[in-house]
């Protein structure tokens, strides 16, 4: 397993921008997504990016507010998040998965972060 330690969270008015961070503690093959979780819900999908770079995969929540992208060296994953809404508000979680694919099942992934929390004022 991979260690993951994520960054950036906070706490920012509703239309405001965050910047998430994930660095693994060394370079290996997987893609990349990041999860969240509210208090009482389901951990979900929010965006993916596959093994190469080549693909990225968001979930409808926040597809064309928020972008997922990597560094060349493969070591760290970014989330620019744009336009937040309060229902934005969660821990957000790095998950590493050796899938060359993304996959939006939390079962697929095998290295996790212990979470960075967004909170979203409306």
């Known amino acids: 397993q991979e260690e993951l330690v994520e960054s950036g969270g906070g706490l920012v008015q509703a239309g405001g921008s965050l910047r998430l961070s994930c660095t693994m503690s060394t370079k290996g093959r997987y893609s990349l997504s990041w999860f969240r979780q509210a208090p009482g819900e389901e951990r979900e999908f929010v965006a993916g990016?596959?093994?190469?770079?080549?693909?990225?995969r968001y979930s409808d929540a926040v597809k064309g507010r928020f972008t997922i992208s990597r560094d060349n060296a493969g070591i760290t994953q970014f989330l620019q998040m744009n336009g937040l809404k309060p229902e934005d508000t969660a821990i957000y979680y790095c998950?590493?998965?050796?899938?060359?694919?993304?996959?939006?099942?939390?079962?697929?992934?095998?290295?996790w972060g212990r979470g960075t929390q967004v909170t979203v004022s409306s």
């Open positions: 990016i596959s093994r190469g770079g080549e693909s990225t």
């Open positions: 998950a590493a998965t050796s899938s060359y694919a993304v996959t939006s099942r939390p079962f697929d992934y095998s290295s």
